[in-house]
């Protein structure tokens, strides 16, 4: 996710995952992926400047890249991939995943000095099947959302469906 002033974008950090092949050009694919992904994410950093960078499935984030990020956090600057020249970013971060990054880092899995950068302000939301009180009110809120963007106008919600959904 990438801000402006008061609006958010979404950088997915899943999608930087490493590719799995099975043939002898793994390692040159992984080298690709991986500069590929550096630079994706470097522009992400220059478009958040003087905002917000959400980092979604900060879990997935290869390792190649955690001490990059890890001092882009820190200092607040990177360089371009191929240039010599320092360019510094007022970045507000706000980082997501459902891993559970204590363990990783347990695991050697995930930097310690990364983890404990990103984990300032921890906020926990138990996970859906453990709400499920808040099920009838996030179906509200969606299907008011969609019927709005169709142009349609939906007044209830079948009560077989909403059990359904809601599990009872």
Request: glycine share 4%.
């Amino acid at each position: 996710m990438i801000s402006r002033g008061n609006s958010i974008g979404v950088l997915s950090i899943g999608s930087f995952r490493e590719a799995a092949f099975t043939d002898e050009d793994v390692e040159l694919l992984r080298q690709i992926a991986v500069q590929v992904a550096i630079c994706v994410a470097i522009g992400r950093l220059e478009l958040a400047d003087k905002g917000t960078l959400f980092l979604d499935e900060i879990g997935d984030i290869p390792s190649e890249l955690q001490p990059k990020l890890l001092r882009v956090l820190q200092e607040m600057e990177f360089e371009r991939l191929g240039s010599t020249r320092t360019l510094k970013v007022d970045v507000r971060l706000i980082a997501a995943t459902n891993r559970d990054l204590a363990k990783m880092v347990a695991d050697r899995e995930f930097r310690s000095d990364l983890y404990y950068r990103l984990n300032v302000i921890p906020i926990g939301v138990p996970p859906l099947r453990d709400r499920s009180d808040d099920i009838p009110r996030l179906v509200r809120h969606s299907v008011s959302k969609y019927a709005q963007r169709l142009n349609r106008q939906i007044e209830t919600i079948p009560s077989d469906a909403m059990r359904a959904l809601h599990h009872e």
